[in-house]
C-alpha cells in the first residue's frame, strides 16, 4: 500500500486473508464471523490504521450519521465560540460529533453549508439564521424528523425551536443604568446590518428605557458599525456632535471593543459605557467594562438539549426558549456625566 494513501476496507481484507465482507460484517457486528476472524480483523485494523467511513455506511443503510450540524456566521467571535462549547458538551455525552461551518452571515454561503450537512444525513441541524435567508427548504427534512433548531435569531420561512437571548430586556436594562446614573444623552452604536434581529431587539430595549425615563429618543445618537474599526470612528463621530453624549452603549461585544479602544486612544475616560455581551479581559480595562452578559454556553445547551429531545422523539409543538441575560456592574457604566462646562 502506498505511503501517501489512506488505508482501506480492501487492505484490511487482503491483510488478513478474507473478503471485504467480511471485515464489513465485523466492523458493523450485523453478521456471524468465528472468533479468530473478528480478533484478526480487529488487530489488521489498528495495524493499518484504518478508519471506517461512517458518512458512506449511513448513506448505505439508510441511517444518520453520528454528527450534529452547526451553521455561525463567525468563527472569530467569541459569543459563537462559546455557544458552540456549549453545544459540543452537550452532544458529545450522547456519542454525537459536532461539525461546524462559517456562513460569513452570507444567505448562500448558509445554505451551502446546510445542505452539505444535509448530505451527511446529519442527525440534527443547528442554523444561526444570516439576514435575508430563508429556510423553507428545510420544511420536508423537519417534516421528516430531523432536528432543526435557529440559535441567537428566527429564521424565515420555517417554524421551528428557537434559542435566543433576553435581547430587548438586556437592553432596556443597560440603559436604564446610565440613566439612573444621571446620564440623559446615551448614544447607541449597533450592529449592521440595520435589519439583524438583535440589533433591532436591542435598538427596541433602548428606546423603551429612554421612553421609560421620559427622555427623548434623538436619531443622531444612534449609529452602526460591523467590526471594531467602524465602532472606533463611530464613537468618535458621535463625542464630535454639538451635544454630544455622555454615555455609549455598544450593541455587541465587537462593537464594545471599538469603543473602548477610541475612549483611550482619545484619552476620554469621563465617557460612561455600558456593553451587551461580555467581552475577553473586561475586568482588566481601566475602567472596568460594565456589560450586559449573555449566557452563551447556556444557548448551545439549552439548544442541544431543546434537539436532543426531539431526537428521542419529542413532538410537541415548537417551542423558544430565552436564556435570560445579567447586568454586571465592572466601573465602565456607573461613571456620573461630566458637569457641563460654564459658557
Known amino acids: 500500500m502506498a505511503a501517501n494513501r489512506r488505508p482501506t476496507l480492501a487492505d484490511v481484507a487482503r491483510e488478513v486473508g478474507v473478503s471485504a465482507k467480511t471485515v464489513s460484517r465485523v466492523l ?76 460569513a452571515d452570507d444567505p448562500g454561503r448558509e445554505r451551502a453549508l ?7 444525513r446529519i442527525s440534527v441541524l443547528m442554523v444561526v439564521p444570516s439576514v435575508g435567508a430563508t429556510h423553507s427548504h428545510l420544511k420536508s427534512h423537519r417534516d421528516a424528523g430531523l432536528p432543526i433548531v ?13 434559542v435566543v437571548s433576553t435581547n430587548r430586556t438586556g437592553a432596556h436594562d443597560g440603559v436604564a443604568h446610565l440613566i439612573a446614573h444621571g446620564h440623559r444623552r446615551i448614544g447607541f452604536i449597533g450592529d449592521l446590518p440595520t435589519r439583524l434581529y438583535t440589533r433591532r431587539e436591542r435598538l427596541a430595549g433602548y428606546r423603551s428605557a429612554l421612553q421609560e425615563a421620559g427622555l427623548a429618543h434623538d436619531r ?30 455598544a450593541g455587541n ?26 467581552v475577553a479581559l473586561a475586568e482588566a480595562l481601566e475602567p472596568a467594562l460594565t456589560v450586559v452578559a449573555q449566557n452563551p454556553e ?33 466601573g465602565s457604566g456607573e461613571h456620573p456625566p461630566a458637569a457641563p462646562r460654564e459658557a
Open 220 to 249: 443622531s445618537l444612534v449609529t452602526n458599525a460591523h467590526d471594531q474599526h467602524g465602532a472606533s470612528a463611530a464613537t468618535s463621530q458621535l463625542l464630535a456632535l454639538a451635544d454630544p453624549p455622555t454615555a455609549l452603549f
Open 28 to 103: 458493523n457486528e450485523d453478521g456471524p464471523a468465528s472468533a479468530q476472524t473478528r480478533e484478526q480483523v480487529l488487530a489488521a485494523v489498528a495495524r493499518l490504521g484504518f478508519q471506517p467511513n461512517l458518512m458512506a455506511r449511513n448513506i448505505r443503510v439508510g441511517g444518520p450519521d453520528t454528527t450534529v450540524g452547526l451553521v455561525i456566521p463567525d468563527l472569530a467571535n467569541p459569543f459563537f465560540g462559546a455557544v458552540a462549547r456549549g453545544i459540543e458538551d452537550a452532544v458529545g455525552d450522547r456519542g454525537l460529533t459536532l461539525l461546524m461551518g462559517s456562513s
Open 298 to 330: 447556556e444557548i448551545g445547551k439549552a439548544a442541544a438539549a431543546t434537539a436532543l429531545a426531539r431526537l428521542d422523539g419529542d413532538r410537541s409543538r415548537t417551542r423558544t426558549v430565552t436564556i435570560p441575560t445579567q447586568l454586571i456592574s465592572r
Open 150 to 162: 435557529f440559535l441567537d435569531r428566527p429564521g424565515v420561512g420555517l417554524t421551528t425551536d428557537i
Open 114 to 120: 446546510t445542505d452539505k450537512f444535509l448530505a451527511r
Open 253 to 278: 461585544n465587537i462593537v464594545a471593543l471599538g469603543i473602548v479602544t477610541e475612549l483611550a486612544r482619545s484619552h476620554r475616560k469621563d465617557v460612561a459605557v455600558v456593553a451587551f455581551d461580555d
